[in-house]
């Protein structure tokens, strides 16, 4: 047989492959498609069925990338998304021709002055530069873009001395300063995994003037790795301030109140995605985690829906001042709010017994979670910018407004939007989805199954090998440093030297009819 013979054996060999291998595939799915009892649609319509599952199943991708539109998406759209990115990995919140904002709906705007604050007259502290890195772009077309890091010294945007927010200056030994308005929201390691915490906790740290909540999965090493400044969350678990039995540790708590980088204690009632307890699924329970918040490795983990150590304001508020006693550090709660008479109660006896929270963490019923019901994440609690202004005010009407402090969290993820929850009310603002971008998340919406594709929201090794801690954290920084930026661009624009001195007054409501409405000052009690 010569060599021509051979190669044409050989080539039919390969074309009969081609055809039979397929056709074998396609019997054995028409076979098994049929014969299942399943799915109805692939009884009638075998292999031909199975086009509706997979385009259902790379639908959510396909409506992200291809079909909606920029404003369009939830629970962000696009334009969020991209916002957060680029604020991040280029330290840039620049656009061209035009904003792609709907001026056609309902919405706050900030009512800019004619005459406003030039950029030397703003109360900033920028006398400690930052070293980070950030992406500069060299080619960008439709098949080849190319991009290189760059080393870099930005201005950090903090606030001065006399403008820095203290958080327990009357009630603690030892007061929280902040000398930047945002900072991290609840986001517990478990729920993420040790590199995003890692990246989360180096690059907050970076920035300066922050802080990190550690949610409820309690305090870990790697919380602690970047030495960024941590508020403590103790959710109803108890987690790391726990026995194994599940009962309140004041030996725990003290360990973690001594701790130089831990600032202050939030007690969780309530997240706007879960006012529930806490869900962690088995498959993210390493014997890591399960040490941290002594339970049980590899199972599933359900905390309660509110804490048995107190089940009234008054029980609240004396466990409150427990913690702030033995520990010495400024104690909080986070709160949705929901039953508005809860709040007024809740405002009344704090002014009749003189006790309180140092603060108090509001969070909109739109706020995220790593894992929730469906019920309890679309219709428990109502959004941030009905429940900021209602806790506000009635903080004001009961005359303890002062007493206490008030961070905000709720989607806000852009300057504007976090101009806009100043002036409504707060004193911080916490982020956690926004932070979340910068690590690496594309809402792939698989927080709850520990199969994250970028690493994120996941405790598997292998998926987290895609977020290198050094990049990320990089990004992080950036990203906080631009928001602290865009704030003192919208308070020059308003006429104020300062963030901190944003009020209702500095807002206006447009209705769907273009008709403008400001925004009532709160009144206190006469």
């Known amino acids: ?32 498609d049929e014969k299942q009892k399943e799915h109805a649609v692939l009884r009638n319509f075998p292999v031909l069925g199975k086009m509706r599952y997979i385009l259902e199943k790379i639908g959510p991708e396909l409506r992200q990338y291809l079909f909606h539109n920029d404003n369009e998406g939830k629970p962000f759209s696009r334009l969020e998304y991209t916002n957060t990115v680029m604020a991040g990995k280029y330290k840039s919140r620049m656009l061209g021709f035009g904003s792609e904002r709907d001026f056609e709906k309902e919405g706050y705007y ?24 950030i992406y500069k772009l060299d080619k960008d077309n439709l098949l080849s873009r190319r991009e290189h890091r760059e080393e870099s010294e930005a201005d950090p945007f903090l606030l001065k001395d006399e403008d820095a927010q203290v958080i327990g ?33 180096t690059g907050l740290n970076l920035a300066s003037g922050s802080w990190m909540n550690t949610g409820e999965g309690g305090l870990s090493k790697h919380h602690l790795k970047g030495g960024v400044d941590i508020i403590c969350q103790i959710g109803p678990g108890l987690f790391g301030v726990r026995t194994k039995d599940g009962e309140f540790s004041w030996e725990e708590f003290k360990k973690k109140s001594e701790l130089k980088e831990v600032k202050a204690f939030e ?62 550090k400024p104690v909080g709660i986070k709160l949705v709010v929901g039953n508005t008479n809860d709040i007024e109660s809740l405002a009344s006896y704090m002014a009749t017994s003189g006790k309180h929270p140092d603060f108090i963490t509001v969070d909109g019923g739109e706020g995220g979670t790593g894992a929730s019901y469906q019920e309890l994440a679309a219709s428990a609690g109502v959004p941030i910018k009905s429940a900021l202004p209602f806790l506000h005010d009635t903080l004001v009407k009961h005359g303890v407004r002062d007493k206490v402090k008030i961070f905000a969290s709720g989607k806000l ?15 911080f603002v916490n ?26 929201a996941t405790t598997d090794k292998k998926l987290q090998r895609a977020l290198i801690v050094e990049e990320k954290s990089f990004r992080v920084c950036n990203y906080i440093i631009s928001l602290r930026e865009g704030l003192y661009n919208l308070a020059a624009a308003a006429g104020i030297d300062t963030p901190t001195k944003f009020g209702r007054e500095h807002l206006v409501f447009r209705d769907e009819d273009g008709r403008l409405h400001p925004i009532k000052p709160e009144k206190a009690l006469s």
Not at 288 to 313: G, L, Q
């Open 1 to 32: 047989m010569n060599s021509i013979s051979i190669i044409q054996w050989i080539l039919l060999t390969v074309i009969i492959l081609a055809l039979l291998i397929p056709a074998a595939l396609i019997l054995y799915l028409w076979m098994t």
């Open 413 to 427: 993820l852009t300057p504007d939007k976090i101009a806009f929850a100043l002036a409504l009310g707060a004193d």
């Open 431 to 456: 982020i956690a989805r926004g932070l979340m971008f910068s690590v690496g998340c594309i809402q792939a919406q698989v927080c709850h199954t520990n199969n994250c594709p970028v690493g994120v």
């Open 110 to 133: 900030i009512r800019n002055t004619l005459f406003p604050v030039q950029r030397d007259e703003l109360r900033i502290d920028n006398s400690q530069k930052v070293k980070t890195k």
């Open 267 to 328: 007690l969780k009632l309530a997240q706007g995605a879960k006012t529930r307890g806490g869900h962690v699924d088995g498959k993210k329970v390493t014997q890591e985690i399960a040490n941290i918040r002594n339970v049980e490795p590899w199972k599933s983990i359900d905390s309660p829906n509110r804490f048995k150590e107190f089940s009234n304001n008054e029980q609240m508020l004396d466990f409150i001042e427990q913690l702030r006693e033995v520990g010495g």
């Open 169 to 201: 200056e009357h009630t603690c030994r030892y007061p929280f300063t902040a000398k930047g308005l945002v900072g991290q929201s609840a986001m517990s390691y478990g729920s993420l995994g040790e590199q995003a915490i890692t990246a989360l906790s």
